[in-house]
């Protein structure tokens, strides 16, 4: 959604001469949309689909992770590190394990169908996408398909854990929630940046000429040339020869000159820090650039910190599980194997 922005005119009343001159006013930009999280969450049963809704659309989480480089780096590392982790079970495959790790770190949520033979027995585990499953009253689930082409799942049928969220306890809540304030404002950082570059003309100075040597045809060319110096070719240089003119005959007024008064390192680099803190990933870990020359230090002992706090923290989701299963899911936290 675009940002738009109001400009209403006046009349300056105070020009005796009645000419066109004129003022305006900008107005506050218009709300892209509600962005206020606390607003947003929120879970309700729908009687016409028979689901309760997710506190947030898992087709937006999902557009997230693909919004900003930092965010997806950090979600594909923790992912990562909890596949080098994982030791099979003869019931989830590893294939299988590395889809439901990134669903988790994705949507919070990860569910699993539970596959048995004739006699009851557990056979294995089958990854179900996160996207597409809905809880339904009296634990039963269901698989939203094309066309009304819906799966439903008995209580018995499906294992279901994630992040825990406070706020209801139906689904569960990606960790990094707190940051997709962060997350957005980062990307659209880079996207006006990218825009701007590849226009080139915008709104960024005041051409302002008072000499009465001015003729309209130079007037014109002047004209021709501001609005030619957008699209492909553009920077330009230009000259402008005056007869008899005087000192401060044209006049640049900068107005928001981004090329040298923009903000956008320091947005870029304090979003960054904020995505980063919010998935609790070390610089280092997450492939970013030391401001310093020293750099970030020893990054094996970094890494090996990580694992042995934060990396196991990032299963504890699939431990959960360990009490439904008959095999239970077991990781490998060896440091030095």
Not at 228 to 252: D, L, W, Y
Not at 285 to 303: Q, R, S
Not at 308 to 325: K, T
Request: aromatic share 12%; charged share 25%; glycine share 6%.
């Amino acid at each position: 959604m675009s940002k738009k922005r109001k400009y209403k005119h006046h009349k300056n009343k105070n020009n005796k001469n009645n000419s066109s001159t004129f003022s305006f006013s900008i107005d506050d930009a218009e709300p892209l949309g509600n962005n206020n999280i606390s607003d947003i969450i929120d879970v309700f049963y729908d009687p016409w689909n028979e689901v309760y809704t997710p506190p947030i659309k898992m087709s937006d989480l999902s557009s997230l992770t693909r919004a900003n480089g930092i965010h997806r780096r950090c979600i594909n590392f923790k992912v990562n590190q909890m596949a080098i982790c994982f030791v099979k079970n003869g019931l989830l495959s590893f294939r299988d394990f590395r889809r439901a790790a990134r669903e988790l770190e994705t949507y919070g949520n990860i569910y699993f169908e539970i596959i048995k033979n004739r006699l009851g027995q557990w056979v294995r585990l089958q990854h179900l996408p996160t996207l597409n499953m809905r809880k339904c009253k009296d634990n039963r689930f269901k698989m939203l398909g094309h066309n009304s082409d819906d799966i439903y799942f008995n209580e018995d049928e499906v294992l279901h854990t994630g992040h825990y969220d406070t706020g209801q306890d139906i689904y569960g809540m990606p960790d990094w929630i707190g940051c997709f304030q962060d997350v957005l404002l980062n990307s659209e950082a880079t996207l006006f940046r990218r825009r701007y570059y590849l226009n080139g003309s915008h709104m960024g100075y005041i051409l302002y000429t008072n000499d009465p040597n001015l003729d309209k045809a130079t007037e014109k060319e002047l004209i021709k040339k501001v609005s030619e110096g957008k699209g492909v070719g553009n920077f330009k240089s230009m000259f402008i020869n005056i007869p008899n003119g005087t000192e401060k005959a044209v006049q640049i007024i900068p107005v928001g000159d981004i090329s040298k008064k923009d903000e956008f390192e320091k947005v870029k680099n304090i979003s960054a820090d904020d995505i980063i803190v919010a998935h609790g990933i070390y610089p280092a870990l997450a492939a970013m650039k030391p401001d310093n020359v020293g750099g970030f230090g020893d990054i094996e002992k970094t890494g090996a910190y990580y694992r042995a706090n934060e990396g196991q923290s990032l299963v504890h989701p699939f431990m959960e599980l360990n009490e439904l299963m008959p095999n239970n899911m077991r990781f490998d936290f060896d440091f030095n194997r």
